[in-house]
Protein backbone atom coordinates (compact mmCIF):
# COMPACT_ATOMS: atom_id res chain seq x y z
CA UNK A 1 0.00 0.00 0.00
CA UNK A 2 1.35 3.10 -1.16
CA UNK A 3 0.44 6.65 0.96
CA UNK A 4 1.04 10.36 -0.24
CA UNK A 5 1.05 12.43 3.11
CA UNK A 6 1.10 16.56 2.79
CA UNK A 7 1.44 18.44 5.68
CA UNK A 8 2.24 21.95 6.17
CA UNK A 9 -0.71 23.94 5.02
CA UNK A 10 -2.25 26.33 7.32
CA UNK A 11 -3.16 30.37 7.09
CA UNK A 12 -0.53 33.33 5.88
CA UNK A 13 -0.82 37.04 5.69
CA UNK A 14 -0.08 38.05 1.64
CA UNK A 15 3.57 38.44 1.30
CA UNK A 16 4.08 35.73 4.05
CA UNK A 17 5.30 32.19 2.97
CA UNK A 18 4.78 28.62 3.46
CA UNK A 19 6.68 25.62 3.15
CA UNK A 20 4.38 22.04 1.66
CA UNK A 21 5.55 18.85 2.17
CA UNK A 22 4.45 15.63 1.27
CA UNK A 23 6.15 12.20 2.46
CA UNK A 24 5.43 8.97 0.04
CA UNK A 25 5.40 5.85 2.12
CA UNK A 26 4.83 2.09 1.89
CA UNK A 27 6.10 -0.46 -0.48
CA UNK A 28 7.78 1.82 -2.90
CA UNK A 29 10.13 0.22 -5.60
CA UNK A 30 10.75 3.39 -7.59
CA UNK A 31 9.30 7.15 -7.70
CA UNK A 32 9.58 8.82 -10.92
CA UNK A 33 7.46 12.42 -11.43
CA UNK A 34 6.43 14.20 -8.36
CA UNK A 35 4.27 17.47 -8.36
CA UNK A 36 1.71 19.77 -6.65
CA UNK A 37 -1.48 20.94 -8.04
CA UNK A 38 -3.89 23.14 -6.32
CA UNK A 39 -7.83 23.30 -6.13
CA UNK A 40 -10.48 26.11 -5.34
CA UNK A 41 -14.08 25.50 -4.46
CA UNK A 42 -16.09 25.29 -8.05
CA UNK A 43 -12.85 24.91 -9.88
CA UNK A 44 -11.17 22.23 -11.34
CA UNK A 45 -7.50 21.04 -10.21
CA UNK A 46 -4.77 22.84 -11.43
CA UNK A 47 -1.10 21.86 -11.94
CA UNK A 48 1.21 24.21 -9.87
CA UNK A 49 4.58 22.77 -10.46
CA UNK A 50 6.02 19.44 -10.86
CA UNK A 51 10.01 17.59 -10.43
CA UNK A 52 11.23 14.53 -12.25
CA UNK A 53 13.21 11.87 -10.57
CA UNK A 54 16.53 13.85 -12.12
CA UNK A 55 15.77 17.13 -10.37
CA UNK A 56 14.24 19.05 -13.61
CA UNK A 57 11.67 21.29 -12.82
CA UNK A 58 8.92 23.17 -14.26
CA UNK A 59 5.99 25.80 -13.25
CA UNK A 60 2.78 27.35 -14.01
CA UNK A 61 3.32 30.61 -14.83
CA UNK A 62 0.99 32.14 -11.97
CA UNK A 63 3.54 30.95 -9.38
CA UNK A 64 7.27 31.43 -11.19
CA UNK A 65 9.56 33.17 -9.36
CA UNK A 66 7.33 32.89 -6.10
CA UNK A 67 7.37 28.93 -5.67
CA UNK A 68 10.15 26.42 -5.53
CA UNK A 69 9.80 22.83 -5.97
CA UNK A 70 12.85 20.33 -4.71
CA UNK A 71 12.59 16.67 -3.49
CA UNK A 72 15.06 14.25 -1.02
CA UNK A 73 14.83 11.38 -2.91
CA UNK A 74 16.48 9.56 0.51
CA UNK A 75 13.58 10.45 2.32
CA UNK A 76 10.33 10.07 -0.60
CA UNK A 77 9.68 13.33 0.25
CA UNK A 78 8.73 16.35 -1.83
CA UNK A 79 8.63 20.11 -0.83
CA UNK A 80 6.92 23.06 -2.10
CA UNK A 81 8.68 26.09 -0.86
CA UNK A 82 5.41 29.27 -1.49
CA UNK A 83 7.04 32.48 -1.02
CA UNK A 84 5.27 36.02 -1.06
CA UNK A 85 2.00 34.50 -1.11
CA UNK A 86 -1.33 36.26 -2.40
CA UNK A 87 -4.64 35.81 -1.73
CA UNK A 88 -5.50 33.80 -5.05
CA UNK A 89 -2.78 31.25 -4.14
CA UNK A 90 -5.75 30.10 -1.49
CA UNK A 91 -6.33 26.34 -2.27
CA UNK A 92 -6.34 22.98 -1.17
CA UNK A 93 -2.83 21.89 -2.31
CA UNK A 94 -2.64 18.31 -3.69
CA UNK A 95 0.75 16.21 -3.76
CA UNK A 96 0.75 13.78 -7.07
CA UNK A 97 3.47 11.32 -7.29
CA UNK A 98 4.08 8.47 -10.12
CA UNK A 99 5.18 5.36 -7.97
CA UNK A 100 5.76 2.26 -8.94
CA UNK A 101 5.53 -0.12 -6.07
CA UNK A 102 7.22 -3.52 -5.23
CA UNK A 103 6.46 -6.34 -7.26
CA UNK A 104 5.00 -4.09 -10.13
CA UNK A 105 6.61 -3.32 -13.21
CA UNK A 106 4.75 -0.44 -14.13
CA UNK A 107 3.98 3.01 -12.50
CA UNK A 108 0.52 4.12 -10.66
CA UNK A 109 -0.48 7.32 -10.15
CA UNK A 110 -0.99 8.42 -6.53
CA UNK A 111 -2.31 11.27 -4.86
CA UNK A 112 -2.18 12.89 -1.05
CA UNK A 113 -5.49 13.99 1.04
CA UNK A 114 -4.82 17.58 0.17
CA UNK A 115 -3.86 20.60 2.87
CA UNK A 116 -5.05 23.97 3.29
CA UNK A 117 -3.38 27.01 2.49
CA UNK A 118 -5.05 30.29 2.96
CA UNK A 119 -3.54 33.77 2.30
CA UNK A 120 -5.62 36.24 4.27
CA UNK A 121 -4.89 39.22 6.39
Known amino acids: QVQLVESGGGLVQPGGSLRLSCAAS????????MGWYRQTPGKQREWVAF???????NYTDAVKGRFTISRDNAKNTVYLQMNSLKSEDTAVYYC???????????????WGQGTQVTVSS
Open 26 to 33: GNIFSINT
Open 96 to 110: NGAIKPMDYIVFYNY
Open 51 to 57: ITSSGST
